[in-house]
């Protein structure tokens, strides 16, 4: 039985690397080849290999139960062939997170998908006590999927379920239910986390692995299911292939409601959107900053952060890009939930948990060697209590660019916004930690200063916007001010923005600067900066943050350029008219995409390996942001308001 058959699929071809063996890992999967799946709970990696490497229950930042990614006896899952490792093709389903994996073997051909299971809402007869935005018509059934078919010849396939809780401490204990072979259930002690494996294979029990081996011949169909929650898993191939289609279709439909350009970059983008709703916390409508902790920035080095969470600062980004590609439900979620943050908390965080807790204390797992020996492995993360003065800037931009595309300003918002506004005006002469949340001296960085002026000039224009004039004309006033004053202290004699006052060192989040209006694209400062930006903090034409010799951020060794800031690059050089060279940019960043079409958050320019935590949801919001900048310059499109 075929999926294609009731799924729209395409045949192009996929890249692929090497990946581990099927033994165990004798080497780091590179970190761009692998899958990425989600239900909008929870997420999950899966390697070439066939071995799915990270998933943490029962929410994406919750402690792991497969982590093979950060140490081998952390936790895994594999499914493939006996005597090869390395696939033939893969991809996924167009439109879909479904995973189609296929192996080319010496005697045949089987296929693997794998998919987190998606179906019809449930909470009809109670009301869930965890989602807290509008229900839609699916919900998670907390359930990864992996189905086989054997499409020609025979293949020895093995199956290997070893899950080891909380980070790799605690192994499970397997259990057979009153489905005799076909189901296994495993705990831990002391651990809530109950795991059911369902199969029409049969199970085997050898200490905290269940594993099963068979011969699949030309037509067989075979499924797995490891699922937790109340959901029934499905106890049939056929139960199984239609969840499957079901949750392809929803991935579809969903897409579909999008709005993307005609364009040879618009798989892409497709691709960004859907990554970016797989980083969605469906129940409180956060975006998580990625689906990992403290995959390295460097191979080796200690840049190793958790960033299973959701900043304030992109707020503007995501509004912006789920707006212009049309998802403006998904929007309107990410706006309520940063809007709830502000409206609870007296004084704002720069990043809360994904179902909105303040406290994200931060530990180092001694036990785990890490990603290629990059140690630490951290958990949690410090920088929620650092001091970063855009968190403001980043609030007000979300809500006025919410306001404009919507229409609209909710009713509570305005006393929230009020309070943001003065925050800012009492502290934006301050030092801080800046856009990087550097662990070293607090400075006067400029981009915080911008962020300032932009929580100012947004609070001045949204007072107009609802006939508040008076405080209106006192915020313009006390805008001009901030600017008079970065362009005095911030800018050097060669009309650079640099990035902390008295420096002349470049700072990439400067390119900001034309994209939230500090000035207008065409002011000397601003063409000024780009270009300076463009020509001395590169590699190969990729952006670096800053340089790490110039600047003091707490840590040693080097780091590669970030993906985010290149992208941006792109959307600067459109801005002050530099098309030829944002096209050539855009199209060279678009050709370092990982296989799947994926992006971690920094690229090796050496070697072009995808550096830290993956998928990266920040690097996708730059893509849409660089990707429709330079489509738009092309086809004389518009761009949503700014």
Not at 60 to 69: E, I, Q, R, Y
Not at 380 to 409: I, T
């Amino acid at each position: 039985m075929d999926a294609s058959a009731d799924v729209a699929t395409s045949h192009a071809p996929t890249r692929t690397t090497g990946s581990p063996g099927p033994t165990g890992h004798v080497k780091a999967v590179p970190i761009a080849d692998y899958g990425f799946l989600s239900d909008g709970e929870v997420t999950a990696l899966v390697a070439p290999g066939g071995d799915v490497d990270w998933m943490c229950l029962p929410r994406l930042d919750s402690p792991s139960v497969f982590g093979a990614v950060l140490g081998r006896h952390s936790g895994r899952f594999r499914l493939g062939p006996s005597d090869v490792s390395v696939p033939t093709a893969r991809r996924y389903l167009p439109g879909t997170m479904v995973l189609e994996t296929s192996w080319g073997t010496p005697t045949g051909w089987i296929i693997v998908r794998d998919v987190l299971l998606i179906g019809p809402w449930r909470h009809d007869e109670d009301v869930s006590p965890k989602h807290r935005r509008t229900p839609m018509d699916y919900d998670a059934e907390h359930t990864l999927l992996r189905t086989i078919r054997c499409v020609s010849g025979e293949v020895q396939t093995v199956m290997e379920c070893e899950p080891v809780l909380d980070y790799g401490r605690q192994p499970v204990t397997w259990d057979y239910t009153d489905l005799g072979y076909h189901q296994g259930r495993a705990t831990g002690a002391g651990s809530d986390v109950v795991l059911t494996l369902t199969t029409d294979l049969r199970l085997g029990f050898e200490g905290g692995q269940a594993a099963a081996r068979t011969l699949l011949r030309e037509g067989d169909v075979r499924y797995i299911a490891l699922s937790w929650g109340e959901k029934a898993p499905p106890t049939d191939f056929g139960q199984a292939y239609q969840r499957l289609v079901w949750t392809a279709h929803h991935w579809q439909h969903w897409l579909a409601r999008g709005r993307f350009p005609d364009h040879p970059w618009r798989g892409y983008l497709q691709r960004s959107a859907l990554t970016l709703k797989g980083l969605t916390y469906a129940p409180t409508g956060a975006i998580a900053a990625a689906s990992t902790t403290s995959l390295p920035e460097t191979i080796g080095g200690e840049r190793n952060y958790d960033y299973r969470y959701t900043w304030i600062r992109d707020a503007t980004f995501a509004l912006w890009g789920m707006y212009s590609l049309g998802f403006d439900w998904e929007a309107v979620d990410f706006f309520s939930f940063i809007a709830d943050m502000a409206e609870r908390d007296e004084d704002l965080q720069i990043m809360y948990g994904i179902g909105g807790e303040r406290e994200l204390p931060e530990f180092e797992l001694d036990h785990l060697p890490g990603y290629a020996g990059s140690r630490p492995v951290r958990i949690g993360n410090a920088a929620h209590s650092q001091v970063q003065h855009d968190v403001w800037g980043a609030l007000l931009d979300s809500v006025y660019l919410h306001s404009k595309v919507a229409d609209h300003l909710d009713g509570r918002i305005w006393p929230i916004l009020g309070k943001q506004v003065r925050t800012a005006l009492k502290h934006w002469r301050e030092p801080d930690a800046g856009i990087w949340e550097v662990r070293g001296e607090l400075k006067h960085f400029t981009s915080s200063k911008i962020m300032c002026w932009v929580a100012v000039d947004r609070g001045a224009k949204l007072a107009s916007m609802i006939g508040e004039d008076s405080q209106a004309a006192e915020w313009e006033l006390a805008a001009e001010e901030i600017m008079a004053d970065i362009l005095e202290h911030g800018v050097d004699e060669r009309g650079v923005l640099t990035q902390y006052y008295g420096s002349s060192a470049l700072d990439a989040s400067l390119l900001l600067a034309p994209l939230v209006r500090f000035l207008p694209p065409d002011h000397p400062v601003i063409r000024a900066t780009v270009l300076a930006i463009a020509d001395e903090l590169t590699v190969d034409g990729l952006v670096l943050r800053y340089r790490v010799d110039e600047t003091d951020d707490g840590f040693s060794g080097e780091e590669g350029t970030f993906t985010i800031c290149s992208f941006w690059l792109v959307s600067a050089l459109s801005e002050i008219g530099e098309h030829k060279r944002a096209h050539e940019l855009c199209a060279k960043l678009l050709s370092f995409a990982g296989p799947l079409e994926l992006y971690a958050e920094e690229i090796d320019t050496h070697t072009g390996r995808h550096l830290g935590n993956f998928p990266q949801a920040f690097t996708h919001l730059a893509l849409i942001n660089a990707v429709m900048h330079v489509i738009a310059t092309e086809t004389g499109g518009e761009l949503p308001p700014r």
